[in-house]
């Protein structure tokens, strides 16, 4: 009598430690999928944005940009007004519009039919 109800326990023992393992399979089966998943999202994520470093770098360059800037804007790479000497920079709490060379400064402007750009100009 004793040894039948130890064979149905152990019997009972053995299915719930089946269903539990074929659980524990199971989750684990889910979970290889969506890593899967997750690292075929990465590989694409990465592939999108070394195309868009690359196309920064395109877009980014500096010799495109002083291109288009001389193109549309009629802007060029000489400078306006050339420091010679530190001595020539403002010292710090002076108002720089006392000093010559910054009052003879002059600047230059691309010349546009319906522009809404106004010059003004400071004189003491």
Same mark, same amino acid.
């Given at each position: ?19 539990? &393992?074929?659980?524990? =399979?199971?989750? +684990? ?5 969506? &890593?899967? =998943? ?9 592939? +999108? ?28 790479? +000489? @400078? $306006? ?8 920079? @403002? ?9 010559? @060379? ?7 402007? @691309?010349?546009? +039919? ?5 010059? $003004?100009?400071?004189?003491?």
């Amino acid at each position: 009598m004793i040894a039948r109800v130890l064979n149905f326990f152990f019997v009972g023992l053995a299915a719930l430690s089946c269903l539990a &393992l074929y659980r524990v =399979s199971e989750n +684990t089966r889910v979970a290889n999928m969506e &890593l899967s =998943s997750v690292n075929h999202q990465i590989a694409q994520e990465k592939s +999108t944005m070394n195309v868009l470093q690359a196309e920064w770098q395109r877009v980014a360059n500096p010799a495109r940009i002083q291109r288009l800037a001389q193109a549309h804007l009629g802007m060029s790479d +000489t @400078p $306006v007004m050339e420091l010679s000497s530190f001595e020539m920079l @403002p010292r710090r709490g002076a108002n720089p519009m006392d000093a010559n @060379p910054v009052q003879n400064a002059s600047a230059t402007m @691309p010349a546009a +039919t319906n522009s809404n750009l106004h010059l $003004v100009v400071a004189r003491n």
